[in-house]
């Protein structure tokens, strides 16, 4: 069964520092998202992307973040200077186009956990 | 008031008990439900789509009023698997952002 992927499994960083997430899609889809989980708390969304291009994304997503599809299988997401505050579990989800538009199940991947000290 | 708010939980129930979660959402746009579950420390994971006629996958069911804009899952004869953490999960677009609950705990007891 396909399944979404993310590397490295654990990140340690020391604040001031660029992180890079790495994710592979499944490879069909067409909808890429990442959502962040800070140890205890829900699961919130940081941006999705479709179509080579940021369709929404949220107040957590600012100026730090950025994400980049580099070539046909990877999602990538940016941290430019990580704060404390960031460490979290991120996860990398992907979808298709649904049922008539709507209903596109999100698979998600495995998580990356970043510590940001 | 949360966008989308479950029931609080834990709930503690022993092996073969029928339960009940509820979910509301206020975003009246909204298109799409789903509820997934989360096991510590890991993804969550697609348990059902939730559509407006009400869908049923085995031991789960699962319900939609969008007048009330109200979702709900129920799970009979609960196993000892089915302990997790459910999560409530809503989106307005395909394109854009999926709302997730915090999510209610079960724990199955033998």
């Known amino acids: 069964e396909p399944e979404v992927t993310q590397t490295p499994s654990h990140q340690v960083t020391q604040m001031g520092q660029e992180v890079i997430l790495r994710c592979v899609p499944i490879?069909?889809?067409?909808?890429f998202y990442w959502y962040r989980q800070i140890l205890g708390q829900k699961v919130e969304f940081l941006v999705s992307f479709y179509n080579n291009e940021i369709s929404e994304k949220s107040e957590i997503f600012d100026d730090q973040f950025s994400v980049e599809r580099p070539d046909g299988s990877n999602f990538t997401l940016k941290i430019r200077s990580t704060k404390l505050e960031d460490s979290a579990m991120y996860f990398c989800?992907?979808?298709?186009?649904?049922?008539?538009?709507?209903?596109?199940?999100?698979?998600f991947g495995p998580g990356t956990r970043l510590t940001v000290l | 008031r949360k966008e989308v708010e479950q029931d609080p939980g834990p709930f503690n129930v022993p092996e073969g008990a029928t339960v009940a979660f509820n979910c509301t959402y206020s975003n009246s746009a909204s298109q799409s439900f789903f509820w997934y579950r989360q096991d510590c420390r890991k993804e969550p994971k697609l348990l059902m789509s939730?559509?407006?006629s009400g869908n049923e996958d085995g031991r789960f069911t699962a319900q939609l009023n969008r007048a009330s804009q109200y979702i709900s899952l129920l799970i009979r004869d609960s196993k000892l698997s089915d302990s997790a953490t459910y999560l409530c999960v809503v989106k307005e677009t395909n394109a854009g952002k999926s709302t997730f609950g915090d999510g209610t705990t079960l724990t199955v007891k033998p």
């Open positions: 490879s069909n889809h067409l909808y």
């Open positions: 989800a992907s979808s298709d186009l649904g049922l008539a538009g709507l209903y596109n199940e999100q698979f």
């Open positions: 939730v559509y407006s």
